[in-house]
């Protein structure tokens, strides 16, 4: 269940805990079923991304899931297809609402980088002018499924605030470019990564490093409704 966006409780489950160390095979267990996850949440993405003919299934798909990871963070997710097939259906147009004019100012940025680098010399200054709004729009798409799939947000307010996100949290947002950095780097020496494991890895890292570093600390913050709504 997602919160309202101005819950006054107190801090999300899986922050600190005090538990006694456990024994190796059931943190083995733990990590099988990590791996089992994360390959589960890449075929998902790539499967619901396509049913949605790519451009209207991609921001629906990461929503669906950045659900399911935050209910795995607190051992709420049982069937992850269901689960993620029952939240793209649900968010389907609401995540485009939201989303879309993002997701395609990060395809034309994209495809204008591609387009100035093949053009040589004379183009380098539009090439890094895109190449940095391409790496922010990025950045704001991560911030802004992961506060879809926490809060109950207005649609029209996404955008703007995973940009204030993106804005006021300099270092998470960085270590967010790092880890898509990361994915790029690791598919240059294997390339069918993203098919097998890259793409979950990738979504479940950046989520569940958005709700840690940013999305749930707003919720220790005695002002959040005034640091959410500006």
Known sequence: MRRSISDPDGPAAGWASDAPRRHWTAR???ATNLVV?????????????????????LAPALVAAATCIRAARRNELHRP??????????????ANAALLPLVLAIGLLGWGYISFSLSGEGA????????????????????????????????????PLALRFSLLNLIPSVLQLFLIVALVYATGWFYALPLLIGLGAWA????????????????RRSDTRRYLFF
């Open 81 to 94: 297809f269901q689960t993620f097939a029952r939240t793209w259906s649900a968010q389907f147009f609401s």
């Open 37 to 57: 996850l994360l390959a589960q949440l890449n075929l998902l993405l790539i499967v619901f991304t396509l049913l949605g003919g790519v451009v209207l299934g």
């Open 124 to 159: 380098s200054v539009q090439r890094i002018v895109s190449l940095v709004a391409f790496a922010v729009a990025t950045v704001m798409l991560v911030w802004a499924t992961a506060m879809m799939a926490h809060y109950e947000l207005p649609r029209g307010r996404v955008i």
């Open 28 to 30: 083995l267990y733990d």
């Open 204 to 219: 479940y890292a950046s989520v569940t490093f958005s709700l840690l570093a940013g999305v749930e600390v707003t919720e």
